[in-house]
């Protein structure tokens, strides 16, 4: 069972959590400081498993983590899960959420680099990375791994979203406006490390 | 939109006293306009105290909101309102029940979004009486045609006979069928279904294991199969799916050799065939590994396993390491003379940098020492002793003394080895090892006068490392006549003198870096010494006069018995017969004898009188 998913900054301030056993508030915050503590100090060339916190499950507990720049990813995980398969989970879950936004959120420069997802993106977009990160993991197990399918879902529900309840006159000029834009490729193919994906063919917005 | 807004103001606060400033106005405004009973922008008000409450601040006062939300016919609304109540709300809270008629609705909503809503939530934080109530329709929706609501369905049912295992009963022939789905995802739900209703009640095993061969069906397909752009990670088809359907495997083969059988075949195709240079890869080798090991295999294919983990120990990936190291623990007790194979790998990773991998070397070293390999093995941990980071040592110290004590070669070996360890990590030596250190000792008669040479030497230059000061005081108590006699067989000879001996004990009772423990276990030394010197018994007589108005309750008692040792019964004091391991035992003229420090758990020494009469 995954614990927790925290995501937060080099400087430990928390950009997303998520925890799927119950803990009281102060408690979250605690292990969130605990996780950060242990995980910054790690080198850059050490592995990607921690033991050692406490708080959490006690023994029967790991931390799994990726550092992207300025985020740290980390999965809080008990021995039922693949150590390894979560690992590269962390990786397709960062690739997901770089795709949907950088569908959804109108960027000229295209060719940012894939692996790093933008801070400001998960701090203006919290609520959505959840809606994202819903579609892969579920009560805190693994949902969906197929990026394909999580894209695409995705995509449907935020267009069920704002097609709900009538567009203001703003935001379907914006629509319009991309429409005429010439917006340069998404990558058919992407190969980041040991994972390579076939970028979806979303339907023109 | 507004809690963009809302964001930027917090962000550009530049004390945490500023941003605590800005939450709380916020949080104000939010409270109005929850209180309001229409609002256009009430997802929006939502989203901006989630980000609060992410932060760390109160945001209880949203979960009403959150109820309403969820309530609400817009999707937009919803969405926010079923992840506030994941956010805020747990099964304790009793808003948390004004939401179950909602989830009930949602469940069968025409619209497959809001009913992933709803089971998302279910999955979450469903409680027992949710989950009883709405099993027959999550039930019911494991049987539906839409494949995105399917496995969902799955894994809400995992939640819900964690919650209840006797409504696993519902599900089971619900999960069989839905194996033959061709939905990736459908058959991950089903088999993390099937592995929890196996893992809750064995019972299930036998109904189960007549899914084997589609479960093999499955993996063949799985391995075989072409390039699928779909599934594919790093050249390996839906490695996730893999590593799942390879665990429940190994729970329907374990103890049990048809279905072992009908599994072999399987797990020697993709032991030898799974390309593992890729993370993905070894992800699937390690569970064949793991599964290989754990079910009635034959021993070709477990040796096999085993040499793929020792392969895998020698890999340049420190991930690689580190798993095969957590592989080779599991089956450490079950195949030991295999892994001992590799033992010198794994004590070369006792010298990693990295501190997990150091964790793992250490927690496999020490279920790998043997009454063989025990001179040499610790050696190595000795080494391992000086440089381990701070976290792993009071777990190195006493898996060394468990360890040497089970295998010690010699009486004399054994002490040294405690001396050792003591001596350059008595800091972190547990103070539950302490009475059996003393125990051993004391057992160890023809090596007492080394013994306390040894660690009086050791004390003289370090009184901080309380472990060692303990030790080292009982030892003082009990041997300081071999001590002041000066010479000993295996140590150079030193001079040591009543006032050298008083003086440094008399620095620990009254050292600030002494516990409570170890200032008892120093005035009881001084005490007993009383027995065996003949020159400084009033200095003596003093220090255990002074403690008796000491403010620590423990030390008080002890010196005001001494002291009546002094006054009243200086005639016995040399029958006294000093006992670590007896009770309360009153007798003859006075009673001593006190109980085990609770406090400090000390193996306090115990005065009994010999009965003179």
Redesign the interface.
């Known amino acids: 069972m995954i614990k927790a998913i925290l995501i937060f900054n080099n400087h430990g301030k928390p950009r997303l959590i998520r925890f799927y056993q119950y803990f009281a508030e102060d408690m979250q915050q605690q292990i969130i400081r605990e996780t950060f503590h242990l995980v910054s100090k790690r080198d850059d060339n050490v592995c990607n498993f921690l033991e050692g916190g406490s708080l959490i499950g006690g023994s029967d507990y790991k931390l799994i983590y990726r550092h992207y720049a300025t985020l740290y990813f980390v999965f809080c995980v008990d021995s039922s899960e693949s150590e390894l398969g979560i690992l590269d989970l962390i990786q397709v879950s960062v690739i997901i959420v770089n795709v949907c936004f950088h569908v959804q959120v109108f960027v000229e420069t295209l060719d940012k680099c894939f692996e790093n997802v933008c801070e400001l993106d998960l701090i203006f977009h919290m609520d959505k990375v959840h809606y994202i990160l819903q579609e892969v993991v579920m009560g805190g197990m693994v949902l969906e791994t197929n990026m394909n399918e999580i894209v695409a879902q995705v995509e449907l529900q935020n267009r069920m979203e704002k097609s709900e309840g009538g567009l203001s006159a703003a935001p379907a000029r914006a629509v319009s406006a991309v429409k005429n834009m010439n917006l340069p490729e998404i990558p058919r193919n992407i190969n980041i490390g040991d994972i390579n994906i076939k970028v979806p063919s979303l339907s023109p917005f | 939109c507004p809690e963009?807004e809302m964001?930027r103001v917090i962000?550009s606060a530049r004390t945490q006293g500023e941003e605590r400033g800005v939450i709380q106005r916020e949080c104000a405004a939010i409270r109005a306009q929850f209180r309001q009973a229409d609002s256009g922008g009430r997802s929006h008000n939502l989203?901006k105290l989630?980000?609060v409450?992410?932060?760390?601040y109160?945001?209880h006062f949203g979960q009403m909101e959150c109820v309403r939300m969820i309530a609400s016919p817009?999707?937009?609304e919803k969405?926010?309102g079923y992840?506030g109540a994941m956010m805020l709300l747990?099964?304790?809270q009793d808003a948390s029940l004004l939401i179950t008629n909602s989830i009930k609705n949602d469940l069968s909503h025409s619209?497959q979004?809001i009913q992933s809503l709803a089971?998302?939530t279910l999955?979450?934080?469903g409680s027992a009486e949710m989950c009883r109530d709405l099993a027959p329709e999550i039930e019911r929706l494991l049987k539906a045609s839409n494949s995105?609501i399917k496995?969902?369905a799955a894994?809400?049912a995992?939640?819900i006979v964690r919650k209840i295992p006797e409504l696993g009963e519902l599900f089971t022939p619900s999960a069989h069928s839905l194996l033959s789905d061709k939905n990736?995802?459908v058959l991950?739900?089903a088999v993390?279904l099937i592995t929890e209703l196996c893992e809750r009640n064995p019972g299930n095993l036998d109904e189960f294991r007549k899914a084997v061969p589609e479960l093999v069906q499955i993996m063949k397909g799985l391995v075989t199969s072409g390039y699928s752009?779909?599934?594919?990670?790093?050249g390996i088809s839906?490695?996730?799916?893999q590593?799942r359907v390879l665990?429940l495997l190994r729970i329907l083969g374990r103890n049990n050799d048809e279905a072992s059988d009908a599994m072999n075949d399987l797990l020697a195709q993709v032991a030898t065939n799974t390309d593992s240079s890729?993370?993905?890869g070894?992800?699937v080798l390690?569970?064949t590994v793991l599964t290989i090991m754990d079910i009635k295999s034959e021993s070709g294919l477990r040796v096999l396993a085993v040499n793929i983990l020792g392969r895998f120990l020698l890999n340049n990936d420190?991930?690689i390491?580190?798993?095969s190291m957590?592989s080779l623990q599991k089956i450490v007790q079950t195949d030991h003379t295999a892994v001992q194979r590799h033992r010198g790998t794994i004590v070369d990773c006792l010298k990693d940098?990295?501190?997990?991998?150091k964790?793992r070397a250490l927690e496999l070293s020490l279920a790998l020492v043997s009454a063989a390999n025990i001179r040499s093995m610790m050696k190595e941990l000795l080494r391992f002793l000086s440089t381990c980071p701070p976290?792993l040592r009071s777990h190195a110290t006493s898996g060394i003394f468990n360890a040497a004590e089970r295998y010690a070669p010699s009486q004399r070996w054994h002490i040294d080895t405690i001396l050792h360890v003591l001596i350059t990590a008595g800091g972190d030596v547990r103070d539950e090892t302490v009475p059996n250190l003393i125990q051993l000792i004391s057992v160890a008669s023809e090596l007492h006068c080394y013994t306390v040479h040894k660690l009086y030497r050791a004390l003289i230059s370090d009184i901080s490392q309380q472990s060692l000061v303990q030790v080292a005081c009982w030892c003082i108590g009990e041997y300081g006549d071999l001590l002041l006699k000066g010479d000993c067989d295996e140590i150079e000879p030193m001079q040591v003198t009543e006032d050298d001996v008083l003086d440094v004990l008399e620095t620990i009772l009254q050292s600030h870096m002494s516990s409570p423990t170890s200032r008892g276990f120093a005035l009881t030394a001084i005490m007993k010494l009383s027995t065996r010197i003949t020159n400084n018994i009033d200095r003596i007589r003093s220090v255990v006069s002074i403690y008796g108005s000491c403010i620590d309750v423990e030390l008080q008692q002890r010196a005001v018995e001494y002291n009546a040792l002094f006054k009243k019964y200086d005639h016995m004091r040399y029958l006294i017969i000093f006992d670590e391991d007896s009770d309360i035992h009153q007798s003859g003229i006075c009673s001593l004898a006190r109980t085990e420090s609770t406090h400090a758990q000390e193996h306090t020494t115990f005065l009994r009188f010999k009965n003179t009469s």
Not at chain 2, 53 to 56: K, R, S, T
Not at chain 2, 229 to 234: F, G, I, L, T
Not at chain 2, 238 to 241: A, K, Q, R, S, W
């Open positions: 963009n964001i962000r989203a989630l980000y409450h992410m932060l760390g109160p945001a817009r999707y937009s969405r926010i992840l747990d099964e304790k619209s979004y089971l998302c999955a979450c934080m995105y496995k969902k894994l809400c995992v939640h990736h995802g991950h739900g993390v752009p779909e599934h594919n990670v790093a839906d490695p996730f799916l590593v665990r890729k993370t993905a070894s992800a390690y569970e420190r991930n390491r580190y798993i957590t940098q990295d501190a997990s991998v964790r976290e």
